[in-house]
């Protein structure tokens, strides 16, 4: 007997009329791609108001920024938000390489949008994820992009190494005090190199950086970046620049890695140093003596933090602030945040007694030592799983197994037509060779592509918490320093009473304690 089917119809995926938005980019933030970046706008909105059955959401477009970074493209990360929210059927996109130009984010991406029923097109490859099967496609597309995005940067780099070789390389961002005219050369803005000078010499005069940070703060005086607000670490950096003597040091810095990471550059790099390159703010004399000041107190500075492993890795969880040790003339000595410090009601965390967090590291060890399997064990579990799922997901890895599938399924090939006597040796020699070769360079790739060198730092980081503990003491009856020093990344301080450990390999547990009655 027959069985009867009945066929059901589906129901519409989509509605009549489409939410569309559309998203671009420009690389530069020259006038000629503002200008593009501009005509862009009005393109789009155009084409989707125009276009029957499309309803204009927004337009989302980040000026100025790399395509090699999600983090740093804030409209990209606000059109993906709102297609989280239900709000975009459709994303309008003029190529693969203003959507990203790092395959794996491109694909992160794309699959996130699709699971939330959202497609993308693609105008100048004409790809549309919304009818197509098109992921291999885009992963091409977007490989091709991220080489496209290295060798700009590549040409960028040369142009920049040949202008430092011949001195007129100086800055692509003018220091405070500073503007750039000509697109290279360097003026003095004299409001600014007013206070530039007022620095140095509040410096000179025994003034910190703190104190001159406060003042300018006070005075409502704008930092280079616009903000009202002055920080040590900027006025540090301003006293420590060469080109306020009218001299530049290039190539600071250096870009590596793929997306792009900025390192400092410690003689890792090549470096310039061209003398009166520009007008100098401030006289030689004058910049020479605080940088021996300078050095002076970083000495001092260095000495007190070897006197505690605590130094440096206490930080204010409000402000973000590092905390600094005093010790009372009885010798109670606290830890507590530079900016209540300064001022108590910049800041509500205040000072935190170094007993208190001595015996908060006491109750961690031993909380961890009896619950290292229940605490430890599946944080390693799930990096590792983690890490399986992106090797094996990674669609390059996928390419290449197939074709080492490939490559070896020849190569027995080979091996049975010789050794039934249908190739002659020299023949299957060579040819065994050629694949030998094919084979080791296509599992050098596969291995350069499987590394994924943070998640691998984070299981040896905690691997290692694991073996501290094993091989540490069962209890401690005081604080251990070297215990400390391995275990212990980072103590973030959230109130007077609360603190969190942050051990090595980023696994966080919170102490608190009663705050004593006065």
């Known amino acids: 007997m027959a069985a009867n089917v009945t066929v059901i119809p589906p129901r519409a995926v989509r509605p009549d009329t489409l939410r569309v938005a559309a998203y671009c980019r420009v ?282 492993p605590l130094a440096l890795k206490i930080v204010c969880g409000n402000c973000g602030t590092v905390f600094q040790r005093r010790s009372s003339q009885n010798g109670y000595v606290t830890w507590v945040c530079r900016t209540h410090d300064r001022h108590a009601a910049d800041c509500p965390v205040g000072r935190i007694p170094e007993t208190e967090i001595h015996a908060a590291f006491l109750r961690m060890y031993h909380r961890l030592k009896s619950n290292a399997d229940i605490i430890l064990a599946p944080a390693l579990r799930q990096l590792n799983t983690l890490d399986t799922i992106l090797r094996q997901n990674h669609p390059q890895v996928l390419a290449i197994n197939r074709a080492i599938a490939e490559a070896t399924e020849e190569s027995h090939k080979i091996s049975t037509l010789r050794a039934n006597g249908l190739l002659d040796a020299d023949i299957c020699a060579a040819r065994m060779n050629a694949i030998s070769a094919r084979l080791a360079q296509l599992r050098g790739e596969r291995r350069r592509l499987t590394e994924n060198e943070v998640i691998d730092e984070t299981m040896d980081a905690l691997r290692k918490v694991e073996q501290t503990l094993l091989n540490g003491p069962e209890r401690l009856d005081g604080f251990d320093e070297e215990l400390f020093e391995h275990l212990v990344e980072k103590i973030i301080a959230e109130s007077q009473n609360r603190i969190r450990f942050r051990l090595y390999g980023g696994l966080e547990l919170t102490e608190q304690w009663e705050v004593a009655a006065r």
């Not at 983090?71 to 975009?88: M, Q, S, T, V, Y």
Request: hydrophobic content about 30%.
């Open 27 to 308: 690389s530069s933030d020259s006038a000629d791609q503002l200008h593009s970046y501009a005509a862009q706008i009005q393109y789009y909105t155009d084409l989707i108001q125009n276009h029957d059955g499309w309803d204009l959401v927004d337009v989302y477009a980040d000026e100025g920024i790399t395509g090699t970074r999600m983090d740093k493209r804030e409209d990209f990360n606000r059109l993906l938000a709102d297609c989280r929210k239900g709000k975009i059927d459709k994303v309008l996109i003029k190529s693969i390489s203003r959507f990203a130009r790092n395959t794996r984010d491109c694909l992160a991406s794309l699959r996130e949008l699709f699971r939330l029923g959202v497609s993308v097109l693609f105008e100048k490859e004409n790809i549309d994820t919304g009818t197509l099967t098109t992921e291999l496609m885009v992963s091409v597309s977007g490989s091709l992009a991220q080489q496209e995005s290295i060798s700009i940067s590549a040409n960028q780099k040369m142009s920049y190494q040949r202008r430092m070789e011949r001195g007129e390389f100086i800055t692509c961002t003018a220091p405070y005090g500073y503007r750039i005219v000509n697109k290279k050369d360097l003026e003095i803005v004299p409001e600014e190199a007013a206070t530039v000078r007022w620095i140095f010499d509040a410096y000179l005069k025994g003034r910190s950086s703190g104190w001159i940070a406060e003042q300018l703060t006070a005075k409502g005086i704008p930092s280079q970046s616009g903000a009202e607000c002055w920080r040590e670490t900027g006025i540090r950096y301003l006293l420590t620049n060469e080109k306020y003597i009218g001299d530049a040091l290039s190539q600071k810095s250096y870009s590596c890695g793929f997306p792009f990471v900025q390192k400092r550059n410690h003689g890792e790099r090549l470096q310039y140093y061209t003398e009166n390159s520009h007008p100098a703010i401030i006289d030689r004399d004058t910049f020479e003596r605080v940088q021996v000041l300078l050095q002076k107190k970083a000495q001092k500075e260095k000495k007190r933090r070897e006197k505690s």
